[in-house]
C-alpha cells in the first residue's frame, strides 16, 4: 500500500477510536509507519533526505515500544504493507499532520489517567510523535530547498526555531 494511503488508514482509525486501547493502538501504528517511511526515504529516497531519513525511521523504531499494546507486542503493523512511495512530499506532508493528531490524542490519555505507568508512556511516545514531526519538516524543507535550486540547503543552517542564521530580522532588519 502506498505512504499516503496508509496515512489516510491510520488517521481514520486513530479519528474513530473510542478509548484509550484505541488511541494508545493508532499511536503505535502511526510510529511504526513513520519507522518505516524513514527506512524507505533512507534506502531509496532523494539523496539529501536521506540522513534525516535515517533519524526518522530511528526514532520510529524507538518509540513505538514505548506504548504497551497488544499490536506492539504481536508486531502487526498497518507499515508493514508499504509498498512505496510516490510522491515524497505529500507522504511526508500527511505523515507530519498524523503525528500532530497523535500528540494531541495522546495528552487527553495523558491528561485523563490516573494510572502512572500509562501516563509515562504517553508522555515518551508524545515527545517520539514531536521529535519525528521535527524529523518531517526538516525532510520537508530540504525538499523546498532542493525545488528552489538550492541544494545543500537544509537542516544544517537552521536557527534554533527552524530559521535560517542569514535570515533578515523582521524587526531590525539586519541579518
Known sequence: ?????LVSVIRQALAQSRGTPDIIA?????QALAQAVGSRLAASGPQDLRGE???LSEIGGRSSGALDHPAARAGVARAARLTGIADPRAALTGLSVLLGEVGMALVGVACETDEQSLYWQCME?????DESTDRVRGMLRLLDARE???PGRGRERDGPH???HDAVSPVTGIQ
Open 53 to 55: 531519513a535515517c533519524a
Open 162 to 164: 527552524g530559521a535560517p
Open 26 to 30: 493508532e499511536a503505535w501504528q502511526a
Open 125 to 129: 511516545a508524545i515527545d517520539a510523535a
Open 1 to 5: 500500500m502506498e505512504a499516503e494511503r
Open 148 to 150: 528552489r535550486g538550492e
